[in-house]
C-alpha cells in the first residue's frame, strides 16, 4: 500500500546538515543507525544471488522542531516501490475485515451515495474501495504499482497509476473532482516529499469532506521497540504531534484519532479535515504525547541500546538451539522481515527458509541473507522445530493458520519486543 511522489534528488549530501522532511528545520538528532541494509523488498532470483546488491545506511532522527520521527537516507521511490514491490492487501484476512469496518462507518456517518466520490491514495488492489464500488458509491484509486492497480481495475475499482501529490491533485481538481471522503492508509510515511502530499490532500479534498489516515504510531515502535518496522521504505515514523503541525502548516487539522495498538504493532487513524473542529480523542492524545515525552529527543535516547539487545538475546537463543541440533525456519518474507534477518546477521546457517503466503514470492530469496522462500505448506513437509515469527504482526492470523504444525509440537518464537519462545 504505497504511493509517493517521485523526489527530484537526493535530499541531502554531506556537505550539509540534514534538514527535516516536513517542517525543513536543521536541529535533527540521530538516535538509532541499523547500518548498511539491502532494500528490504528487492527478493531476488536465483540467478541473481552471485551478482551486486545495492546497500544503502539506515539512520533515524528526530526533528526537534517539528517532533518528527524519520530516517536520514532517500532511496528513489521508482527503485523502492515499483520494480520489486509485490505486497498485495488482500493477503491480509485482518486488514481485509478492518478495511472493510471503516468503510461501512464512512459511508453511514458520512452519508455517501451515487453522487459522492471516495478517493484511495495507495488502493492496492482496490481491497478497500470495493466495499463502496459494492453499493453504487464513485470512486478512484491512486497507485503507481501496475500490478496492484491491474487487479484493482479487474475487480471494478477505476484506478489511476500514477504517483499521488499536489500536482495530481490540482490536474483532478482542475476535471472537476473534489472527495467526500480520502482514505489514505500506510502511504504517508512512504512519503519522501511529505509537504507535496499533504498540499494534495488539501487541494483535493471538498471543503466539507473528510481524510482519513492510518499509519502505525511511533509511540508503539518505540514502547515495544519494534525496529524491524524501520526501513528504507518507511521515510517517516509519526506522532498527533508531529501530524498536527504538518496539518496546519497547509490548512489542514487534526480533528480526532483512533488508536488500534494490535494493528501492525500499533496503528492510528488520524481525521483531517479543512475545517478545524478538534475533538477530545485528538485533544487527548495531543497532551498525552506532551506530558509522556514524545515531542523531545530524551524519548528517543535509550531506543538504539535496546534494539541492539534484542539482536544480542535473539542471537543467542537461535545459537543455542542450533548447538542442541534444532531445526530453524521463519514466517514472513516481508520488509520487517529482512530488515530483522539482515540487522542481526541471521543467514541459511541458522534459518533454513522462510515461508510466506504470497505465491508471488515463491521459489525467491531474501535480500541480503539469501535464505529461500516457500509457501507455508513447507512448514509441515519439513517440520522444523522452531519458526522464527518475522511476520510477528499478523501473530494470531499465522498462529490460527499454523494450527496443526502447533498440534504437530513446532514452536514459534517471536522477536519483539523481547526474543521468546511461545
Ligand atoms: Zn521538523
Not at 262 to 272: D, I, K, M, P
Request: glycine share 8%.
Amino acid at each position: 500500500m504505497h504511493n509517493v511522489a517521485p523526489s527530484p534528488g537526493s535530499r541531502h549530501d554531506s556537505h550539509t546538515a540534514p534538514c527535516c522532511r516536513s517542517c525543513g528545520g536543521r536541529r535533527m538528532s540521530v538516535f538509532l543507525e541499523l547500518g548498511e541494509m539491502p532494500l528490504p523488498d528487492a527478493l531476488l532470483a536465483a540467478a541473481e544471488l552471485s551478482g551486486p546488491e545495492p546497500r544503502f545506511p539506515l539512520e533515524v532522527a528526530f526533528c526537534a522542531d517539528c517532533s518528527l520521527v524519520q530516517i536520514l537516507e532517500e532511496v528513489p521511490p521508482e527503485q523502492l516501490f515499483v520494480d520489486n514491490y509485490l505486497y498485495f492487501s488482500s493477503f491480509s484476512d485482518g486488514l481485509i475485515r478492518h478495511s472493510r469496518r471503516h468503510a461501512l462507518r464512512l459511508i453511514e456517518e458520512r452519508r455517501l451515495g451515487r453522487d459522492s466520490l471516495v478517493v484511495e491514495i495507495a488502493s492496492n488492489d482496490g481491497y478497500l474501495l470495493r466495499n463502496f464500488v459494492e453499493q453504487g458509491i464513485p470512486v478512484l484509486g491512486i497507485d503507481p504499482a501496475p500490478t496492484q492497480a491491474a487487479a484493482a481495475e479487474e475487480a471494478g475499482v477505476p484506478t489511476l497509476t500514477e504517483f499521488f501529490g499536489a500536482e495530481l491533485a490540482t490536474r483532478l481538481r482542475a476535471e472537476g473532482r473534489r472527495a467526500d471522503v480520502i482514505v489514505a492508509n500506510n502511504v504517508m510515511a512512504h512519503t519522501p516529499t511529505l509537504n507535496s502530499f499533504v498540499e494534495g490532500l488539501g487541494i483535493l479534498v471538498a471543503d466539507d469532506g473528510v481524510i482519513t489516515i492510518e499509519n502505525t504510531y511511533v509511540k508503539d515502535l518505540i514502547d515495544h521497540c519494534e525496529f524491524d518496522t524501520i526501513y528504507h521504505e518507511h521515510f517517516c515514523y509519526f506522532s498527533c504531534s508531529a501530524v498536527d503541525r504538518l496539518m496546519r502548516r497547509h490548512g489542514l487539522y487534526l480533528n480526532a484519532v483512533e488508536h488500534f495498538p494490535t494493528l501492525q504493532g500499533g496503528t492510528l487513524r488520524w481525521h483531517v479535515g479543512p475545517r478545524e473542529d478538534v475533538q477530545l480523542s485528538a485533544r487527548v492524545f495531543l497532551e498525552a504525547e506532551e506530558t509522556q515525552g514524545l515531542t523531545s529527543s530524551e524519548y528517543y535516547r535509550e531506543f538504539g541500546s535496546r534494539v541492539d539487545g534484542i539482536r544480542s538475546d535473539l542471537l543467542e537463543l537461535l545459537n543455542s538451539l542450533k548447538a542442541q541440533g534444532k531445526s530453524i525456519a521463519a514466517y514472513g518474507a516481508a520488509a520487517k522481515g529482512s530488515t530483522l534477518l539482515n540487522y542481526a546477521g541471521i543467514d541459511e546457517g541458522l534459518v533454513d527458509f522462510v515461508v510466506d503466503r504470497n505465491v508471488h514470492k515463491h521459489g525467491l530469496f531474501m535480500p541480503g541473507v539469501h535464505i529461500p522462500i516457500h509457501g507455508p505448506e513447507r512448514l509441515l513437509e519439513r517440520m522444523p522445530d522452531y519458526v522464527l515469527l518475522l511476520a510477528w504482526n499478523y501473530r494470531d492470523e499465522v498462529m490460527a493458520q499454523q494450527r496443526e504444525y502447533l498440534e504437530r509440537g513446532g514452536r514459534f518464537i517471536v522477536p519483539v519486543p523481547s526474543p521468546r519462545i511461545l
